[in-house]
């Protein structure tokens, strides 16, 4: 669809139309990058009640991107975009409430909706959710729905996930010690490149946890780890 089509349509009224013009505008693809512009056709979508609008404009509020910076109308455009059922809105506002300075700590508050982001398809909302459940902050601790909801990530390619249950697996941590599904679990997730797994089976073959000592094995995984930016491998390569 051209340019020219979506233009027409959103000016036309079309919510769905103007929110693919706020995201043009946002990354500036195929027009001059306009945050402000942006901010304006999600605002017409939004008017609209749409979702995805609300939330993209929660989040321009949140970070002061093209619009006056304002957590609390953030957090007003993320519940409204939320109570409509839209599962980034629902990982935005619990991370409102765990993470960013200038909202004040809320793990309760939290711990809903990225369990509701969760139970809405949402990867992220999920592992939030398990791990606030491995540590029992925001619920009490309930490290059985942790290790589930650990594994569903990573069978879906989440490989925080991964590393998490690899270190449970490890360490006999609400399921049985099984160093094998560990080293199964950071393999898969180290073949799909994610920097943190590799450093883990570096540190495994230096010690003999799991798999045979290795020295030459753990400085490749090092090795593969820091050409992926990670600092604990690049230290462990200078300690070697």
């Not at 990058?33 to 749409?50: I, K, M, S, V």
């Not at 002061?64 to 455009?77: F, N, T, V």
Request: charged share 25%.
């Amino acid at each position: 669809m051209s340019f020219e089509t979506v233009l027409e349509a959103a000016r036309g009224g079309d919510p769905d139309a103007q929110v693919a013009m706020g995201y043009l505008f946002y990354k500036g693809e195929g027009v001059t990058q306009d945050r402000r512009e942006a901010a304006r056709w999600f605002g017409l979508a939004a008017d609209q009640g749409n979702a995805e609008a609300l939330c993209n404009l929660g989040h321009m509020r949140a970070h002061g991107s093209g619009i006056r910076l304002d957590l609390q109308k953030a957090m007003e455009l993320y519940l409204k975009s939320a109570e409509l059922g839209y599962p980034q809105a629902m990982f935005n506002l619990g991370f409102m409430y765990t993470d960013v300075e200038g909202v004040e700590q809320n793990w309760v508050e939290g711990y809903r909706w990225y369990r509701a982001s969760a139970d809405a398809g949402n990867l992220m909302g999920l592992y939030r959710a398990s791990v606030m459940e491995e540590e029992g902050r925001g619920i009490p601790q309930d490290v059985g729905r942790a290790v589930e909801g650990y594994r569903i990530c990573a069978e879906n390619g989440y490989h925080r996930a991964s590393v998490r249950l690899a270190s449970m697996y490890l360490e006999g941590r609400g399921v049985g010690k099984d160093d094998r599904k560990a080293v199964s679990l950071l393999t898969k997730a180290a073949g799909d490149g994610y920097p943190e797994a590799m450093y883990m089976l570096g540190k495994m073959s230096l010690d003999g946890n799991g798999m045979v000592r290795s020295v030459n094995n753990a400085r490749n995984w090092f090795r593969k780890a820091a050409a992926r930016g990670s600092k604990e491998a690049e230290e462990a390569l200078k300690n070697l």
